[in-house]
DNA sequence: GGCCGGTACCGACGGTATCAGGTACCGTCT
DNA sequence: AGACGGTACCTGATACCGTCGGTACCGGCC
């Protein structure tokens, strides 16, 4: 692997990600030799926080280019928000994806200290899934692009295998899954549904917040931010306990209480040959 | 957007004629691109059926090609897998995007009815949504490629402004949120919430799958799907309810388990210690 | 020698242009 | 009526462009 600039993306994963066509074919003629850094002497070690300032630096300048050119940005463009070139930037960050999940972090760090506050100002359990909620859809609302670029990042070329991608949706549910591990190991109960449930509730509040931008928001946020509420905390359940009344849901065969446009290209292969006998 | 704007947008005949008014504002859905739809004769209408089934096959081949190069494949290997070249899908396609909105349009015909078809197979609303998560899975499961490609397309080349992007997941939240709606109604509550609870709950099982898939499935399908109808059910109330004793998360005193950064500024000059690593 | 940074470039990929055919429909001329 | 040319679509292929992620190679600083 690479020697210094990677130290973050590229140091978990055993081997390393090729893609389809294989054209980063060169793995270890970089001298790797003085890889571990026990070798490391003061004319390298000098530098390490440089570095450190260096890729912070480029961090923030994605950031500001992100807000000025809108989620789609080019490295080109994010080189010269920081008044450098691409080159530079590959020096302290081996792709696309590492400089992606460096932004993810750092947005994290903004994040997660808000949601955390949020939840501490209450006692109540439920108000504090509540204020969590406000504060994703706040942050969400500071800086639309941003977010964009953050939760929807089309980055990691993936390819048939794993996708290292570690978007912030990720970090963010991280967090709710080991919180709720916590709490579960308090109560004495299993754990074991942590995971699933911090990613789900994250993925709950993302999903419901992207519709509500897609669809050019319905509802005020408040209302959005109470409705999840509701959802995340009771559950579906609520949706049909109060009246027991009628059966709830589609019973046999209802019409399919479907948005309009089911009727897409359901005709199955049935025809008469159009034109010409087959298509040539 | 594009939906059907097919081929005919850059055809200029020769001695044309009452181009009419440029309406291309896309009405409704089928179509209609057709400006001068005024002279349509036979000679066009003639390939309607054919085009309808070259599309179909051309979605086919898209399915298989993602089948065989993962979910990133490139529009020459769909051409290839469908025995002709980028020039002839392009005829019917305006973009790589409009395949793709074809693409989930073909899947969720599959899926909606499987999903439509585990609900009807009870009648204990908590079951049908068990039901409906495992058939989620379970396509999850059936082929990962195609659901990578169709959940996590990273097409639309968005760029700053709104993208119409019609995923797959969008589809299947139209849908339970229309389902929501239907059952808040005849349960005589405000189905204000319907949007995004139905999107909220798809995006819930969406990011627990993802998740469960990423980190390389720690349990049994089945027991996620457990754990996800508990909480898409019951919510998060269940997690503090029964022990009423510490206050569930208080995210102060026990090492949080999260990145060990509360400075959101840019560079503390301080520690010499290289960027956090937390564990990833 | 370490490192930094820049120019110029490669290669992949989405998308287009332009070629050279082929076939059913239409209006018209005989 | 039938023949005929034009029309309105199809099909395939090759070659190409623009963009953008990523790299080779160079010079300069310690």
């Known amino acids: 692997m690479k020697a210094e600039a990677v130290r973050r993306s590229s140091q978990d994963k055993p081997a390393d990600l090729v893609r389809a066509p294989g054209n980063v074919a060169h793995a270890g003629e970089r001298r790797e030799s003085k890889a571990d850094q026990t070798t490391r002497d003061r004319r390298d070690s000098r530098w ?74 209450s006692h109540h359990p439920r108000e504090m899934v509540a204020d969590a909620i406000n504060a994703y859809l706040a942050f969400l609302e500071a800086d639309p692009e941003v977010y964009r670029f953050v939760v929807h990042g089309q980055n990691g070329h993936f390819g048939r295998d794993a996708d290292p991608i570690t978007s912030l949706s990720d970090l963010v549910g991280d967090q709710a899954a080991a919180l709720m591990a916590l709490t579960l190991e308090q109560a004495g109960r299993d754990p074991g549904a942590a995971g699933a449930w911090g990613h789900g509730v994250v993925g709950l509040v993302r999903s419901a917040a992207d519709w509500w931008v897609r669809s050019e928001r319905p509802m005020l946020r408040t209302e959005l931010a109470a409705h999840l509420t509701d959802l995340a905390w009771a559950g579906l359940s609520g949706v049909v306990s109060p009246p027991p009344a009628t059966s709830p849901a589609p019973p046999t065969s209802p019409a399919p209480p479907i948005s309009p446009a089911p009727p897409i290209s359901p005709a199955p292969p049935t025809s008469p040959a159009p034109p010409s006998k087959e298509d040539k």
């Open 48 to 121: 390490d926080e440089h570095r450190r300032q260096r890729r912070e630096q480029l961090v923030q300048a994605t950031l500001t280019a992100v807000g000025r050119h809108g989620a789609g940005v080019g490295m080109d463009e994010i080189a010269a928000e920081a008044g450098t070139s691409k080159t530079a930037v590959y020096r302290h960050f081996t792709d696309r994806t590492d400089l992606y999940v460096a932004v993810c972090e750092r947005v994290a760090q903004q994040l997660l200290p808000k949601l955390r506050a949020a939840m501490e100002s």
